[in-house]
């Protein structure tokens, strides 16, 4: 309330006539104010704040999981996913299988709480050796947790890392012992020893206008090769420094810029402003918001997530340019519905895909095409129930003449 006293009596007015609408977390709230709940100082126009702690007259908010990224550990049957709209980490049996009547399978064991240092969770990863479980913030928090595999509720991670703003994947290279980690708003990679704890600086970071990074979500290591793959997007920035000659001072120009989304292809040891090796692009591909990778080394196959399409793309690792996809695995019969996460078990060829729209996690066979059922389901909520995709709602607004409610997310 730091408007002059004019203003700040018509907001007043017109928060007492239409009630008040905001988002909180990835919640809609409703609530209203009473006048006799906000003290003005009359005379000489000073104001004093009051601190009003009311329930909401409802909520707008889904009750079950929003699953954004996958992990699996064949060795124990260990399968970790991360859940953003209850900032939940939960471990399932691999093996599980939702049966059709049930509401949804009990976890192993649930994560979560204010001491996690886990919320708007994007990337999962656990350790093949001690099964510890890497957790990357990708909004509300710049820290990866680190946590052992007896966590359990609010626990406190075993380390913590600081990260940049807008991580989003994350991807090891357990023989070198570094973690790539996937910086969206930056539009790098940034390399930590793996063991990175408390604000220590990264090994190197991939970051420039010639990395055609736009808008990175996905990333994976192909350890045999020496390779990393970046999932793009397609929106960007250029940045062009100061001409010769310009001010002390003068700051670099930038601009944004749409492309196709891509899978972009560097040496392991890539950095600072180093061009891709080569790129997948183009129309033929069937990206639309290409998201987590995964590889299958053993059959040189990379899976893709491809979230806006409610797909899954399957590319040889060699390819390049505008190409189709080897496979795609899509349809009504697949329960793939807006999927952000995907991991790959090679032990048991097996495909796990993390589907942000319903709740679930559903497996294949590596070689599955087309509309196929999956082996099995592990379910977080109801049988043919839709995910509200209320997700970091920024605003939000109120349509009188339908009188709807709606929310940019």
Same mark, same amino acid.
């Given at each position: 309330?730091?408007q ?5 009596r018509i907001?007043?007015?017109?928060t007492i ?9 990835d919640a809609?709230v409703v609530g209203?104010w009473?006048?006799s @709940? *906000?003290?003005y100082a009359?005379?000489g126009?000073?104001?004093e704040?009051?601190l ?6 409802r909520?707008i908010k889904?009750?079950?999981p929003s699953?954004?990224? *996958?992990?699996v550990?064949? #060795?124990?049957n260990m399968?970790v996913?991360?859940?953003e709209n209850?900032?939940?980490?939960l471990?399932?049996?691999? =093996?599980s299988?939702?049966?059709?009547s049930?509401l949804?399978?009990e ?9 996690t ?6 990337? *999962?990863?656990?350790?093949?050796v001690?099964s510890e479980i890497? $957790?990357?913030n990708n909004?509300?928090? +710049? ?10 509720g609010?626990?406190?991670?075993t380390?913590v !890392?600081?990260t940049?703003?807008?991580t989003f994947?994350?991807?090891? %290279?357990?023989e ?7 910086v969206?708003?930056?539009?790098a990679v940034?390399v ?6 408390? &604000? &220590?600086?990264p090994l190197?970071v !991939?970051?420039?206008?010639d ?5 990175? %979500?996905g990333?994976a290591?192909?350890a045999?090769n020496?390779?990393?793959? *970046?999932?793009n997007?397609g929106?960007?920035? @250029? ?6 000659g310009?001010?002390?001072?003068? =700051?670099?120009?930038?601009w944004?810029?749409f &492309?196709s989304?891509s899978?972009t292809v560097y040496p392991?040891?890539?950095?600072e402003n180093? @061009?891709?090796l080569?790129i997948i ?16 080394e ?5 899976f893709?997530?491809?979230d806006? #399409?409610d797909?899954?793309l399957?590319f040889r ?6 190409v189709a996809p ?6 009504p019969n697949t329960?793939?519905? %807006?999927?952000?996460?995907?991991t $790959?078990?090679?032990t048991n060829?097996?495909l796990y895909?993390a589907?942000?729209?319903?709740a679930s ?8 095409n087309g509309?196929?059922?999956p082996s099995?389901t592990? =379910? ?6 839709l995910?509200?995709?209320i997700g970091?709602?920024?605003?939000v607004?109120?349509?009188t003449l339908? +009188?709807q409610?709606l929310v940019?997310n």
């Amino acid at each position: 309330m730091n408007q002059g006293g004019h203003n700040w009596r018509i907001w007043l007015l017109s928060t007492i006539c239409l009630g008040l609408i905001v988002s909180l977390a990835d919640a809609i709230v409703v609530g209203s104010w009473k006048i006799s @709940e *906000v003290a003005y100082a009359q005379g000489g126009g000073d104001r004093e704040t009051v601190l009003i702690e009311r329930a909401p007259l409802r909520f707008i908010k889904d009750p079950y999981p929003s699953l954004s990224a *996958v992990a699996v550990n064949p #060795d124990n049957n260990m399968l970790v996913v991360t859940d953003e709209n209850l900032f939940q980490i939960l471990e399932f049996d691999s =093996r599980s299988d939702t049966p059709a009547s049930a509401l949804f399978t009990e976890p192993r064991r649930v994560i979560s709480g204010p001491d996690t240092f886990a919320e708007m969770m994007c990337g *999962v990863y656990i350790d093949p050796v001690t099964s510890e479980i890497y $957790v990357v913030n990708n909004d509300t928090q +710049d820290w990866l947790p680190v946590f052992s595999p007896d966590a359990r509720g609010n626990a406190t991670p075993t380390r913590v !890392l600081a990260t940049p703003h807008g991580t989003f994947g994350i991807a090891m %290279h357990e023989e070198r012992q570094e973690m790539f980690l996937m910086v969206q708003h930056q539009n790098a990679v940034y390399v930590y020893r793996k063991g990175a704890e408390g &604000e &220590e600086e990264p090994l190197r970071v !991939l970051r420039g206008n010639d990395t055609q990074l736009e808008d990175p %979500h996905g990333i994976a290591i192909d350890a045999s090769n020496n390779l990393v793959f *970046v999932s793009n997007y397609g929106n960007g920035r @250029e940045t062009v420094a100061p001409p010769p000659g310009s001010p002390a001072g003068t =700051r670099p120009r930038e601009w944004g810029k749409f &492309e196709s989304p891509s899978i972009t292809v560097y040496p392991l040891e890539a950095s600072e402003n180093t @061009e891709p090796l080569w790129i997948i692009e183009g129309p033929q591909t069937l990206m639309n918001w290409p998201s987590h990778l995964a590889l299958h080394e053993e059959r040189q196959e990379l899976f893709l997530a491809n979230d806006a #399409d409610d797909s899954v793309l399957v590319f040889r690792m060699s390819d390049k340019g505008d190409v189709a996809p080897i496979r795609v695995i899509k349809g009504p019969n697949t329960g793939i519905k %807006h999927p952000p996460g995907i991991t $790959v078990d090679p032990t048991n060829d097996e495909l796990y895909v993390a589907n942000m729209g319903n709740a679930s996690v559903t497996v294949y066979p590596v070689t599955a095409n087309g509309d196929v059922s999956p082996s099995r389901t592990i =379910r977080s909520g109801p049988a043919d129930r839709l995910s509200l995709n209320i997700g970091n709602p920024g605003a939000v607004g109120y349509d009188t003449l339908r +009188d709807q409610i709606l929310v940019p997310n």
